[in-house]
């Protein structure tokens, strides 16, 4: 690919918030906006929302567009920023009627001039949700993180993954998505625990928006398979000795109880480190339940093993149809012993079939042709009709901007300090590690590589962990 003429074009906001997930993807959207002659600002999303204030007219790029999302909306809408939005979310979701309260907000959706869907699923989806506006423009691009799982870019993690081979040997990967149940802080779970013996408990943050019979159901369906995994993680350190076990936890999860029953094993191994693509790379199988990376492990042809010790039909079909039926299905520990001995043994590769491979068609979009990332940059140049700048907000409006903005962020740090606080400043290093400029460079030079391109790219520090990519 070579590089296009570079003309001044609106600047870019691409916010990150759970850096190993989102990081890389979002990156390859900010390298592919700058060929298009776009300036992006790319970082931590907390960071870069506490200094939207200095931050120039942009289009902000975001993941959500939740009722958690509206102040910080509003903020925007009076400094002069426009919105365009995905959802990080919309790939692996809630039944219709509880993803409408969990995570969409018709306040916050007002102020979103554009829409991206991973594929027609979740542009269905969306279509369907009474109060969406019928003009509101949504587009059928597919997302950058699904840009990440096709032969031609996933090349871009071969470095890792060999890194991985040599580090850890022939590896079984065993994803969890147990946050609900055993969140990084108890507020964060479904419920918070009772505070008077008798009381019933309180939604925690991860069950607001949903009924309190579904939220129970699904604390104990989550429950059921979180005990049935932390019984199969010394089953298969045992009926394995020639692998490794990596235990790779949900990002928002409470790895302490892993690394518990790691120290009492021989090879199993606990870690969150970097993007899930270059693991799925080096693992002989993956084993999951209900989890949004046997998606990427079926697209990249790696197997899967959804391991359905306990089954809740209602949660199970609704909730967590896609990824398990893109797995091959167990239902017990032997099953899954057999089938998993099989995969490693040679006999028995990545689940397949035409009923997969169009269930798969039907949510995600771009997994050939051109890129996820170039069909949104298409779409934004388009919406801009060519624009150099956005409009200058009315004095008052930007002034009252400013002060929201700056109040926010003291609000934010303070909150972030006190007792019982569901994001403490802990959790959100945790979500956000950050990065150094100089690794940020090495990743844009070996993403040009895989993409052919000899753009020059500039990448500065604005901020603390704050960067801008231009070319």
């Known amino acids: 690919m070579s590089a296009s003429t ?3 074009k609106v600047p870019l906001i691409i916010p990150v918030e759970n850096q190993v997930r989102e990081l890389d993807p979002k990156l390859l959207l900010a390298i592919i906006a700058a060929r298009r002659g776009y300036t992006s600002i790319i970082g931590s999303h907390r960071k870069i929302d506490f200094r ?3 931050l120039p007219r942009s289009l902000y790029l975001c993941k959500s567009f939740t009722v958690m999302n509206l102040k ?10 426009r919105i365009a939005s995905w959802d990080e979310e919309a790939l692996v979701h809630l039944p219709d009627d509880m993803y409408f309260s969990r995570r969409l907000s018709p306040l916050s959706l007002k102020y979103v001039s554009h829409l991206f869907a991973w594929g027609e699923d979740n542009a269905r989806l969306w279509r369907q949700y009474p109060a969406m506006p019928q003009e509101k423009p949504i587009h059928i691009t597919g997302n950058p993180r699904g840009d990440l799982l096709r032969p031609d870019m996933c090349t871009f993690y071969e470095e890792d993954a060999e890194a991985l081979r040599r580090q850890h040997g022939k590896f079984i990967l065993l994803n969890t998505n147990f946050n609900h149940v055993n969140a990084f802080f108890p507020s964060q779970n479904l419920f918070r625990p009772a505070t008077k013996e008798g009381r ?7 069950g607001k928006g949903m009924s309190r019979d579904f939220a129970e159901a699904l604390r104990d369906h989550k429950q059921a398979i979180f005990e049935h995994f932390k019984a199969l993680i010394p089953v298969l350190d045992a009926a394995f000795p020639d692998h490794t076990l990596i235990v790779r936890p949900h990002p928002t999860e409470n790895p302490a109880v892993y690394h518990d029953i790691a120290s009492r094993s021989r090879r199993v191994k606990v870690t969150n480190e970097g993007n899930v693509v270059p693991w799925l790379m080096a693992a002989k199988a993956l084993v999951h339940n209900g989890c949004t990376t046997a998606v990427e492990a079926y697209t990249m042809r790696i197997p899967a093993i959804s391991y359905r010790a306990s089954v809740d039909d209602k949660i199970d079909e609704s909730f967590y149809r896609l990824p398990n039926r893109l797995s091959h299905q167990c239902f017990d520990q ?3 012993l057999d089938t998993l001995g099989k995969i490693l043994a040679g006999k028995l590769g990545a689940a397949d079939g035409a009923e997969r491979q169009a269930l798969v068609d039907e949510y995600l979009v771009a997994q050939d042709g051109r890129l996820a990332c170039e069909r949104m940059i298409d779409v934004l140049e388009t919406a801009m009709h060519g624009k150099s700048a956005l409009p200058a907000p009315a004095p008052l409006n930007h002034l009252a901007g400013w002060s929201l903005a700056n109040g926010r962020r003291l609000v934010k740090w303070l909150k972030g300090y006190l007792p019982g606080s569901h994001a403490p400043p ?5 979500r956000y590690p950050g990065i150094t400029l100089n690794e940020l460079r090495n990743r844009i030079e070996r993403f040009q ?4 391109d000899d753009t020059t ?11 801008r990519i231009s070319a």
């Open 6 to 8: 570079v003309t001044a």
């Open 52 to 54: 939207i204030a200095s």
């Open 72 to 81: 910080m909306f509003q903020i925007m809408h009076k400094l002069g920023q």
């Open 200 to 206: 019933a408990p309180v939604f925690g943050k991860a």
């Open 334 to 336: 032997q099953e899954l």
């Open 426 to 430: 802990e959790f959100h290093r945790h």
């Open 449 to 452: 590589r895989v993409l052919g």
């Open 457 to 467: 790219l500039k990448a500065e520090q604005i901020h603390d962990q704050i960067f």
